[in-house]
């Protein structure tokens, strides 16, 4: 089976720096996605990893160790906004189908 | 660019009663996913079309859950007769061909259904 473990509630500071881990355990794996969800509102797509590395996307970066089966979300200069809930998903193929395996999410308060 | 749409946003009916979601992806995404979460839970894959086609359907829990995808635009839900276990908030989501570099998968703002 496939599962994936985050922790499920982070607090922090405005103006800090914030990592969210993200172990995966899954078979037929593609890459590693970031998706952030406000309360009532759609996962929005934030950031993917197929390679090892890093990727920086603005105050988002997101890394990805595929050796380690691990990745981590790193939001800079927090902001009030940036308070949500935050999902890494596997991409795997099965069946010829890309879908995504969602870890059960983390809380993030930012708070002043 | 209209993003993906969903209909209703919320649902409430009885144990035994039908009800039908609707999932409208963004022009031009011949992929289209549907996804579950209930509460406490993570969103969990349901299933796969390639325009009107099922690709993957490993995910629905059980044969009283009916997806289509007719002329390959929007796609609905229906579960017939719905239990309590189905009571969550149903994704929709839809992608351009995997084929591309664009792996990003768009979300609607789902439907919550609650089974009294």
């Known amino acids: 089976g496939q599962s994936l473990e985050q922790p499920s509630e982070v607090t922090a500071v405005e103006g800090a720096i914030v990592q969210i881990n993200c172990t995966y355990q899954?078979?037929?794996?593609?890459?590693l996605s970031w998706y952030q969800q406000h309360d009532g509102g759609a996962p929005t797509f934030l950031s993917y990893?197929?390679?090892?590395g890093l990727e920086e996307t603005g105050r988002f970066s997101s890394f990805l160790s595929r050796s380690d089966s691990y990745g981590y979300l790193l939001l800079q200069e927090l902001q009030m906004k940036d308070s949500a809930s935050y999902f890494c998903a596997v991409r795997s193929s099965g069946a010829g189908s890309y879908q995504l395996t969602f870890g059960k999410g983390t809380k993030l308060s930012v708070i002043p | 660019e209209a993003g993906v749409t969903q209909f209703p946003s919320h649902s409430v009916i009885e144990k035994g009663q039908t009800v039908t979601l609707r999932c409208d992806p963004i022009s031009g995404h011949d992929n289209l996913y549907w996804y579950r979460r209930v509460m406490g839970k993570e969103i969990k894959f349901l299933l796969h079309?390639?325009?009107?086609?099922?690709?993957?359907e490993s995910g629905m829990p059980n044969n009283r859950f009916l997806a289509e995808r007719t002329g390959g635009t929007y796609s609905t839900l229906k579960v017939q007769p719905a239990e309590l276990e189905d009571s969550g908030v149903y994704f929709c989501a839809s992608s351009q061909e995997p084929g591309t570099a664009s792996y990003e998968q768009y979300f609607g703002p789902g439907t919550r259904l609650t089974v009294t």
């Open positions: 079309f390639v325009k009107e086609s099922k690709q993957d």
């Open positions: 990893n197929a390679l090892d």
């Open positions: 899954t078979s037929g794996f593609y890459g």
